[in-house]
């Protein structure tokens, strides 16, 4: 099994950047396609964006794409979601997730969840 913990989140200015970690615990980090997703007050868990283990394959949300930045470094059990040009609305409580074989945007397909990172865009 693994256990998720997001860093990185905080209030920044619209047109900013921030870049999220997630830390994995668990020897078998390597083997989960990891993905980001987000949640606003009020609205549903959305996908961000999603990698494969071996990072060869990435799928982003249209809303994030040419803005954000997937990335994971399998030997430090870690995946970063680079985050630029943000916006006011993507202001949203942003959760890492692991899938053992799954890629895609579906939250149900992911079976571990860290706990989120606050992520405050101001206008």
């Known amino acids: 099994q693994v256990q998720l913990v997001e860093s990185g989140g905080g209030l920044v200015q619209a047109g900013g950047s921030l870049r999220l970690s997630c830390a994995a615990s668990g020897r078998t980090f390597s083997n989960y396609v990891m993905g980001w997703f987000r949640q606003a007050p009020g609205k549903e868990r959305d996908f961000v964006a999603a990698m494969s283990w071996s990072g060869h394959s990435t799928q982003y949300a249209d809303s994030v794409k040419g803005r954000f930045t997937i990335s994971r470094d399998n030997a430090k059990n870690t995946v970063y979601l680079q985050m630029n040009s943000l916006k006011p609305e993507d202001t949203a409580v942003y959760y890492c997730?692991?899938?053992?074989?799954?890629?895609?945007?579906?939250?149900?397909?992911?079976?571990?969840w860290g706990q989120g990172t606050q992520v405050t865009v101001s206008s």
């Open positions: 997730a692991a899938s053992s074989s799954y890629i895609g945007s579906d939250s149900h397909m992911y079976n571990r």
